[in-house]
């Protein structure tokens, strides 16, 4: 019966379009093609519409109106040129519908108005397209796709995202997309962390992305280019549950896993690069159930719709966009039936079928009616409002297990703007929302206080045995083998041994202030230069004795040996002095860039000390290793040139010797490993003070156990023979004039 019906309607419309005056509109329609084939669904949703507005006996009752399309495949160029052919050689038409694509849009509506023709896209979403000037006769249904900009800052001030990265294809369309967003973004506290641009592969400007550390991407593309950005971030391991891509709406349902030949990615890789992102664009049906001036609500729309004889498989890509297409017939209706009365109320000899391409006045007719109509459709409310988009609805989505999941809708229909969130919809993670960069925390490096009581207790006991020496030097000063090695020089070493240990306390790292680092210096420099000076010049001595015999009938004193001490110690100074005053030592903080780590995923630990530095260590340090080098060097020499000196209580020559000996391996291992472990400052710490500890224990040990040996044995100070190699006439037992007094 109802089959029956609609042959009878059809028939009725048949016989009544033999008759009735045509309107003739060209659709431009992007059936196939890689940015946006849109076409597919839209053309079952108007053909619905031509036949509803054909049967409605309301509107433009005396004329039939038909549409003929072209596939102008998303192509800027090719829909120019096929528009020209049509408008040469079809006849007249009466408005253009379309572009789909803005790209074409762009093109064919900067022409159309110089053939008088009024142009009207139900999908082209370029913010561009809003300019009167460049696009004179130009209107459309789609909110564009800045209109999203809102929904997409709220939606990371949602989650507490305050860095983000945005990559677009290089279109005018999609810049002033993001030129949008990025103005909206600097009136918050959100940073744009980087702003990428590509022509053909995205594969580059995606590894700037991931070098930035970017985590939210804002993008602006068509869908191939979608794809290709995916597959990029793939490739460069920018994926996965802490990167977080922002797409539009309008690209097909299953955008990222559909059209992959020619890309280098599996459909399985490209679900894995598309998962949680997230897709902002407008709720293109209408949210209010209301009948509009189809008479159709939106479900009621998509009930018929699907049962289309035109709509297909392909049709299902693009659905949503049913609705606007559908509407865009009825408006255009409208406006022509508007012209219509118009012409009539004017008293145009034309009727509106007449019009021809040089009819300016009946086109600026069409332009007005079409600025004038609104109306309600399966869409939602549709009018033109000359400088101002709707403010429709955006819907939320997220890709969640491989598809497209609606999660809410932002409501920037109302004042104040909010989310509308589906409860539990969105599936983060380990129900952990990602970060918006890296989170870097700062850890400072102490020395482990084990390492540091270790050797602060060893250097303890060093002074300790030091101040032993010394009592022992005070108590046996007149036993004849302590009277015989200097004990006053001796006592001097011991100082020196001690300012050394005390090096131990003052920490390397995880200084607090700067007398830190210059007392540690002082210490290290003026107790390195008291005891080998002390050694040196007690050998200096015996060398004196030995190789001259005029000195044999003189004293040298042990003052005497002290001014050579102080000159040593005087020429450290003033090097230490001239530092301090050109550039003295701060506390810095330096980045151990070797030790960082990650905590989980994207928590990254930044290991740190605060260690002493002078801008100029370098020139400073040599004069010091010059003296002190040359101190070890001639005490060397010395101990040397008197080895032969066989009187142990006078002569330590073999003793020094081997401290040298100690000093100048530790010293040698100790500058390697300090070279090795550059920015193991802690480690270095470790190795320094044991170096120093051992280094000056030794001497110690060395310089100090024969005498106690010798005085516990009593071991006269005069035993032993001059064996010098040289005939000295040296009589041991007047050595005390030449030892200390
Ligand atoms: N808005 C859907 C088609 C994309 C474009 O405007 O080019």
Not at 444 to 464: D, F, N, Q, R, V
């Amino acid at each position: 019966m109802l089959r029956s019906y609609y042959l009878l309607l059809t028939l009725i419309t048949c016989i009544l379009s033999l008759y009735a005056k045509e309107l003739r509109l060209l659709g431009l329609l992007p059936m196939t093609g890689d940015g946006w084939s849109g076409g597919v669904s839209c053309l079952p949703a108007l053909q619905m519409a031509l036949d509803d507005v054909n049967n409605n006996g309301a509107i433009l009752r005396d004329y039939n109106l038909t549409y003929n399309w072209i596939d102008t495949k998303c192509n800027e160029g090719l829909s120019v040129y096929k528009l020209f052919e049509s408008l040469h050689n079809d006849p007249t038409y009466h408005m253009v519908l379309g572009a789909g694509c803005s790209v074409e849009s762009e093109a064919t509506s900067q022409v159309s108005h110089l053939w008088n023709l009024t142009q009207f896209s139900y999908g082209s979403s370029s913010p561009i397209l809003s300019d009167r000037k460049r696009f004179p006769k130009f209107f459309r249904l789609s909110l564009p796709d800045q209109k999203h900009n809102p929904a997409r800052i709220d939606l990371m001030k949602e989650f507490k995202w305050k860095k983000v990265a945005t990559i677009n294809q290089a279109l005018e369309f999609f810049s002033s997309v993001m030129d949008d967003f990025v103005k909206r973004v600097q009136q918050t506290n959100i940073t744009i962390i980087s702003q990428e641009i590509f022509t053909s592969s995205p594969l580059t400007r995606v590894r700037n992305l991931k070098n930035h550390d970017a985590r939210i991407i804002m993008t602006a593309m068509y869908e191939d280019k979608a794809r290709e950005t995916l597959c990029a971030a793939y490739k460069v391991g920018l994926y996965g549950p802490k990167i977080v891509w922002v797409f539009v709406g309008w690209f097909s349902t299953t955008f990222w896993k559909v059209d992959l030949e020619g890309l280098d990615c599996t459909e399985a890789e490209m679900i894995k690069a598309a998962e949680g992102s997230f897709i902002t664009g407008p709720v293109y049906s209408n949210p209010v159930e209301e009948r509009g001036i189809a008479n159709l609500t939106a479900s009621e729309f998509a009930k018929r719709y699907y049962i289309q004889p035109g709509y297909n498989e392909a049709s299902k890509n693009y659905d949503s966009f049913a609705y606007q297409c559908y509407d865009h017939i009825w408006v255009v209706a409208m406006a022509l039936d508007c012209a219509d009365k118009r012409l009539q109320e004017l008293g145009y000899t034309k009727s509106l079928d007449m019009f021809e391409y040089e009819d300016h006045d009946i086109n600026e007719i069409i332009f007005q009616c079409m600025g004038n109509t609104s109306l309600t459709g399966v869409s939602g409310r549709v009018f033109f409002t000359s400088g101002a988009d709707p403010n429709r609805i955006v819907k939320i989505e997220r890709i969640q297990d491989g598809a497209r999941q609606t999660v809410g809708l932002y409501r920037q229909d109302k004042n104040p703007k909010y989310f509308e969130w589906i409860e539990g919809a969105i599936k983060w993670k380990d129900g952990v929302i990602p970060r918006d960069s890296t989170y870097i925390t700062f850890e400072e490096k102490e020395i482990p206080m084990g390492l540091y009581i270790t050797m602060t207790s060893l250097a303890s006991l060093g002074i300790c045995l030091a101040i032993t020496f010394f009592i022992f030097n005070i108590m046996y000063r007149h036993n004849s083998y302590v009277k015989m090695s200097s004990p006053n020089i001796n006592n001097v070493l011991l100082f020196g041994c001690i300012l050394c240990y005390s090096t131990v306390f003052f920490k390397t790292v995880y200084v607090e202030n700067e007398i830190n680092c210059k007392i540690r210096l002082v210490c290290f420099s003026i107790g390195f230069t008291i005891t080998f000076g002390a050694l040196f010049s007690k050998t200096w001595r015996i060398y004196r004795i030995f190789t001259n015999k005029q000195l044999l009938k003189r004293t040298i004193k042990d003052y005497q040996l002290l001014v050579i001490i102080g000159i040593f110690v005087v020429l450290v100074s003033v090097v230490l002095i001239i530092w301090e005053y050109i550039e003295p030592h701060k506390v810095v903080t330096q980045f151990l860039d070797r030790e960082v780590y990650m905590i989980g995923n994207d928590a990254e630990v930044r290991p740190f000390v605060r260690v002493c530095h002078s801008e100029y260590s370098d020139y400073f340090q040599w004069p010091l290793y010059v003296v002190e080098g040359g101190l070890l060097t001639f005490g060397a020499f010395l101990a040397w040139e008197t080895r032969n000196v066989k009187i142990q209580a006078l002569n330590d020559s073999h003793e020094i010797g081997l401290c040298i000996y100690n000093v100048v391996i530790l010293s040698a291992v100790g500058l390697t490993l300090s070279l090795l472990l550059k920015d193991q400052e802690v480690l270095m710490y470790g190795i320094t003070s044991g170096f120093l500890i051992i280094g000056t224990f030794l001497t110690q040990a060395v310089i100090f156990v024969p005498k106690v040996h010798a005085v516990r044995h009593k071991v006269s100070g005069t035993n032993g023979a001059v064996a010098t190699g040289i005939n000295t006439g040296f009589n041991p037992s007047s050595s005390h004039q030449h030892g200390a007094e």
